[in-house]
């Protein structure tokens, strides 16, 4: 071999940093896929988040025994981020301070309680959760309305009260901040 024929074959080959890159894009984008497979599998059974489900206006009783009207189409372009979680759930417990990071000026809030044995079990939780803001108490005609699978369960609406998203299970604040920004 020529010196000519090494020096071509050695140029054609990467250096080692080009390659560690393209290893890492191809290992990121691998975990990506599966993350993306495991959400599409656990949402499989939850209501179409392609806005062809709007919710009807309805009325539940929160934690102090008031009233309050949801899912009411809002005037104000904000989207409304609905949060099921379960006072037993150990990953609720971790992800339900997200929801407190979020601004209230860009998106609507629901926290919704699913599947508890008592009122006062669902207060301990937000107590021991430091859950701030409403939080209503709902029943299993509301799981099975919203196909809720599992804890915690999230929709998205937009303006209209469509369902625009759901996913389950823990979720970033920076990850609840991205998909309320893009139901704008």
């Not at 430091?130 to 804890?151: A, C, E, W």
Request: aromatic fraction near 10%; glycine fraction near 8%; include cysteine.
């Amino acid at each position: 071999m020529s010196n000519l024929e090494s020096d071509t074959e050695l140029s054609s080959t990467p250096p080692w940093y080009k390659r560690r890159g393209m290893q890492f894009l191809r290992d990121a984008l691998l975990i990506l896929a599966i993350f993306g497979g495991i959400s599409v599998w656990q949402t499989r059974d939850m209501l179409a988040s392609d806005g062809s489900v709007t919710i009807p206006p309805s009325a539940m009783v929160s934690l102090d025994g008031n009233v309050h009207q949801l899912f009411q189409p809002n005037s104000s372009g904000k989207p409304t981020l609905v949060y099921f979680f379960a006072p037993w759930c150990s990953v609720c417990r971790y992800s339900i301070g997200n929801l407190n990071d979020l601004d209230p000026d860009s998106v609507n809030i629901i926290k919704i309680a699913l599947d508890y044995t008592s009122k006062e079990s669902v207060i301990d939780f937000v107590v021991d959760t430091n859950t701030q803001g409403p939080v209503l108490l709902g029943s299993n005609r509301i799981k099975q309305d919203f196909q809720v699978p599992g804890y915690p369960a999230y929709y998205l609406l937009d303006d209209k009260q469509r369902v625009v998203g759901s996913a389950m299970g823990y979720s970033t604040e920076w990850g609840m901040k991205l998909k309320t920004h893009l139901a704008k």
